[in-house]
């Protein structure tokens, strides 16, 4: 059921929350993109009409000068031939050029030269009587009248010039502008993105750290709710029902192996109390061939309860979480160990050669005489019939190091990779009735494990095999009430096995 918390408004799933994303991304670009057209179509018509303009006053002016020409010339030949279509022709273009400069007029309002052209033409309006005096100074009035009319064509020309640098400007506050509009309007969009990739990477990543709690086997209460698409929401919930699942089945698994293992113990302490019984000679002395039997069906029980206490010891290591550390002097715990596999090891005939202590070091008294029990079954199981049993220590500065070597038969290179894998057993079999359990060296190394040690297969040169612990120094913890060295049980370091935990 989906939590409370994770109620709040949410995209109803997914594909809805892309397309939301695509959308809101695409806004500002929208925009950008709109407003980019304005500016354009803006600066379009600015050019459009400044140009247009620009042609007709240049036009107008330079139709002005030839005005100006042809008014001088009409007046100074009728002056001459005195003929009245030469009179008319001036009155055309007095005319012509009065209505061009009242239209010039508007485009430089407020310029001397026009205004100057503007007085001229009312002097200029009539012409005077032929007598030669009057009309040699009217005929001078065109010289300043010609003058004037190219300095209005110049100011024109200034004042097209002008207009383009003014477009000129204004496109350079428009590209100024743009930029600027790019430039927030982008950033908006990469904010808006990297917000909505965040909406959908975080709760993949929710999941990803519940799956990899889930299958770490540490999983905490206060597990992040999963807030995202109704899709991740109800994943999350599939994975809560999942992970309780997994609880209840290694619950169940637990309880199993609990029953199991106590369901075998008990007929195989009667089955063992019998053989010893009847070796004891309580029903009668046995015969050659009945002892002999007798002495298979006690190294059977034997080997079966081995195999139960490794299942035991495996079940137990991957939930206890807690090493108690103590002084041990590792050669004592050897010859124990050496000890309880006397029989086996005489009975396989191989020869033992182990260092002689004493070295003292700071580990998990079972966990390590756990490793070095395994080890030397291990041996015994693989080793060659009548060959030899090497167990060798040396402490140095930070680590111990303590190899278990044996001759036979070397390890396969396949079977390396997954030698400490639980249940796995390789190509090589076992000498002997009975089969392996494949758990023995998965319990070994996570005993090393649990104590920030490892545990590897290295190449030795007078052994066919040989195995190495490497333990490091530790701090051994001491009591509040008297501060003696004493067993202190503490919590396994963060490096260890995710089996162990």
Known sequence: MTKRVSRRWRPRSLLQLVLLAFLVVMLPLGILMYQAGQALSELSRLADVSARQAVEESRRARVLSNLAVEMERSARQYAVLEQESLLELYAERHAEFEELLAQQRRFLTDDADVKALEEQLLLLAELPELE????????????????????????????????????????????????????????????????????????????????????????????????????????????????????????????????????????????????????????????????EILTLIDASGRELQRLIEQLLDYNLLQHNQRISLEQVDLATLVKTTLSKHRLALENKGMHVIAFDGPLEWVVDRTAVGRILDNLVSNAIA???????????????????????????????DHDRPRLFEPFYQGRSRRKGPLKGSGIGLSVAADCARIQNGSLALIEDREFDVCFRLTLPRQVLPLTKENNNIEPVAVGINARSDERCR
């Open 132 to 291: 030669p005096e009057a009309l040699e100074v009217w005929l001078s009035l065109f010289v300043p009248f010609a003058e004037h009319t190219e300095a209005m064509r110049q100011s024109t020309n200034r004042q097209i010039d002008a207009s383009i640098e003014m477009i000129s400007a204004r496109a350079e506050a428009v590209q100024s502008r743009l930029w600027l509009q790019t430039t927030a309007l982008v950033s908006a969009s990469l904010l808006l993105m990297l917000l909505f990739s965040w909406l959908i990477i975080r709760p993949v990543r929710q999941l990803e750290r519940r799956i990899l709690s889930i299958g770490s086997g540490v999983e905490t209460n206060d597990r992040d709710t999963i807030q995202g698409p109704a899709e991740l929401v109800q994943l999350g919930d599939r994975l809560d029902w999942l992970s309780t699942r997994l609880s209840d089945l290694e619950a169940q698994k637990q309880q199993f192996l609990r029953h199991m293992s106590h369901e075998l113990k008990t007929p195989l302490a009667s089955v063992r109390e019998g053989s010893a019984l009847l070796a004891d000679g309580v029903a009668g002395e046995l015969s050659p061939r009945q002892r």
């Open 382 to 412: 693989y080793g060659e019939d009548g060959g030899e049993l090497m167990i060798r220590a040396h402490g140095g500065r930070e680590h111990l190091i303590l190899d278990v070597a044996n001759s036979g038969e070397p390890i396969a």
